[in-house]
């Protein structure tokens, strides 16, 4: 059974950090892409980050750039994204998803609320 279960997720204060994780199961781990994506009522779904597992080649959502870091630990498979310098813009839910490449989703977790309040 394919998962991925996220963790990390919370209340900060803008200015602050969190760090969220991604632990995936059920699948090759070496062979996926792991992004991040995050969505708010009413706005359409962002990509946020993407890593693939393969050589950990990086892309990010430009308004993120210089403060997120998205990295993998291949031996838990997991994925992290540390989250720095929050602002109250960066309030979604957040949930990574798993896909041959960052082009696509093919299984996704239950997500994790971030809110940054000012």
């Known amino acids: 059974e394919v998962q991925l279960v996220e963790s990390g997720g919370g209340l900060v204060q803008a200015g602050g950090s969190l760090r969220l994780s991604c632990a995936a199961s059920g699948f090759t781990f070496d062979d996926y892409a792991i992004g991040w994506f995050r969505q708010v009522p009413g706005k359409e779904r962002e990509g946020v980050s993407c890593?693939?597992?393969?050589?950990?080649?990086?892309n990010y959502l430009d308004s993120v750039k210089g403060r997120f870091t998205i990295s993998s630990d291949n031996a838990k498979s997991t994925v992290y994204l540390q989250m720095n310098s929050l602002t109250p813009e960066d309030t979604a839910f957040y949930y990574c998803a798993a896909g041959t490449s960052c082009l696509r989703v093919d299984y996704r977790g239950q997500g994790t609320q971030v809110t940054v309040s000012s």
């Open positions: 890593i693939r597992i393969s050589d950990g080649k990086t």
